[in-house]
C-alpha cells in the first residue's frame, strides 16, 4: 500500500545506558543507540514513570463528571476527566481507574469498560495512559483529595463534550484521547 | 450547572523555585507550592520544553502521509503523522510543521489549516502541540532525516485512520488528539 508498507524498520543497538535522576513523577536515564541508518551513535532521554489512567464518567442522567485543578507544568487552572497514576497498591489499571474517580470526584460505577490504552509520549515516555468508561455513576461521599491536591467537581452534559474541546475549555492532551476513544466505541456500546 | 461550576478556583502561591537538570529536550524544575485549600506547602516538578507541532497530511489521493520510526521511549516501532519540535529557528508553529512534513516525508503543501492545540500534560509540563492540517500534499522530493531519525515513510487510506486507533496499530496519545480535532471539524472544513 505505502511506499513502506511491510518493509523491516531496523531496530537501534543499545550501545549504553546511564540512569540521571529520579524525580518521583519520572527516572530519567540517558541511552546511546547507534543509528541503523547512519551507524553513527546517538544520545536519547528517556523517561520511566509509572502508568497512568484517565476516566470517562457518566451519570445516569448523561452528564460528564468533571475536575477543576490547578495545574503546576502550565501554571494554570484545568478542567479535565478524573484520572491519575497506576500506584504500587493498585493491582490493575481498573482499580486505579476505580480509586481515583473515587478520590477526585466522590463518585462511583459498577459498570466499568475499557476503551483503550495510548503511550502518552512513546519518544521520551515509557509508559501508558488507559481510558476506562464508568457509566451510571453515583456520588457516594466526598472527594478525598491527597495533599498534592485541590479540585472542584463540575458536572457537564455529555453531548458538550465537543464544544468543551472546541472552545478551548479542556486542553489537556489525554482528555481528548479519552474522548477520542469514547467516540469511536460509542455506536458498539451497549446502551 | 455543575457543584463547582463558576466557584472561584483558588491559586496555589509558588514557594520557591530551583533548576534541577538540562536533558536537551526538557529542562526540569522543582517548584515548592502552597496547597490553597491545606495550606501546606507541596513539592511539585516541572519539565519546560519546546512546544510541539505535528501535521494530518492528506494527499489529492485521499491518503494519509504516515511515518514508522522506532521510538526510545518505548524501544519499538510506532506509526505516526509527521510532526516535531518548534525551533529556534522556526518563526512559528506552522513554519515548524511545513518543516517536520517535509524532512520527515518529502511530502509538501500549500493548503494548511491549524486544527487546534493541547498541553500535552499539564500537570508536569509547561508546553503546547499544535495540530495541522494539510491537503493536496504532494511528494517534491526525498525526506530529509536528521541524525536521530530512520523513518520511513507510509501511506494509507484517510478511511482507515478511526482503524488504525481501535486495531492499535496507532498508539501515540498526541496523533489520536490530532484525529479528535480532524474529525471535529471534518464537517466544517471546506472541500
Known sequence: ???GDGAPLRPWPLLSTEALADFV???VRRELS???R???PHRFVVFEGSD???VV???GGGELVLVRQWRHGTGEETLEIPGGTVDAGDPSPLAAAVRELRE???YASDDWTELGWVHPNPAIQSNRCTTFLARGCV???DPEPDGGEDLLVELRPAAEAAELVTTGRIRHALVLVAFHFWRLREKTLTR
Request: glycine share 16%; no cysteine.
Open 1 to 3: 500500500m505505502g511506499e
Open 25 to 27: 513523577v519520572f527516572r
Open 34 to 36: 547507534e543509528n541503523p
Open 38 to 40: 547512519t551507524g553513527e
Open 52 to 54: 497512568w489512567v484517565n
Open 57 to 59: 464518567a457518566l451519570t
Open 104 to 106: 477526585e470526584t466522590g
Open 139 to 141: 456520588r457516594v461521599g
